[in-house]
């Protein structure tokens, strides 16, 4: 069993900065696929990023494109999203979900784990 406790959300100014933190216990984050995914109010819960097992292939929605980066610390067994440049429309809670398959996916149907969410709220 994976457990997944997300961190760092907060209150943020259009144009700045946050880095959410998804700690990971039961397995090895290089071991899993592991993604980011949003969900704003009366809105489905859509595709953010992910990183594959190892090697660490990387895949961003369009909307987060040069804005965001996902990475890992495989010591710490830490995923992180390090956001810039945020938008009123980032606004979400943001989940950290562990897939058990190789390959990164922007589904979430394929992922076996979630976080409970940290919120993100960017003002204009």
């Known amino acids: 069993q994976v457990q997944l406790v997300e961190s760092g959300g907060g209150l943020v100014q259009a144009g700045g900065s946050l880095k959410l933190s998804c700690a990971a216990s039961?397995?090895?984050?290089?071991?899993?696929?592991m993604g980011w995914f949003r969900q704003a109010p009366d809105n489905d819960r859509e595709f953010v990023a992910t990183?594959?097992?190892?090697?660490?292939?990387?895949y961003y929605a369009d909307s987060v494109k040069g804005r965001f980066t996902i990475s890992r610390d495989n010591a710490k067994n830490t995923v992180y999203l390090q956001m810039s440049n945020l938008k009123p429309e980032d606004t979400a809670i943001y989940y950290c979900?562990?897939?058990?398959?190789?390959?990164?996916?922007?589904?979430?149907?394929?992922?076996?784990?979630w976080g409970q969410g940290t919120q993100v709220t960017v003002s204009s």
């Open positions: 990183i594959s097992m190892n090697p660490g292939l990387t």
């Open positions: 039961g397995r090895t984050v290089s071991t899993l696929t």
């Open positions: 979900a562990a897939d058990r398959s190789p390959l990164g996916s922007s589904d979430r149907r394929t992922y076996d784990y």
